[in-house]
């Protein structure tokens, strides 16, 4: 079954975006939308461990 990808919309505050943008262009990231899988991803397992 191939991976399917969904668009979202996010609102984060001025100082977040600032640190995204930092974390960016270290390039340790593709895009924003790679950042936030991996940052997503990362929750869920760290709360799946926590219960």
Known sequence: ???MKHKL???VG???LSQ???VLRSKAYRNKSH???V???RLIKDRKGDE
């Open 14 to 16: 001025e100082d977040t």
């Open 1 to 3: 079954m191939p991976y």
């Open 35 to 37: 950042f936030f899988e």
């Open 20 to 22: 995204i943008r930092e």
């Open 9 to 11: 919309s996010i609102t």
């Open 39 to 41: 940052a997503a991803t």
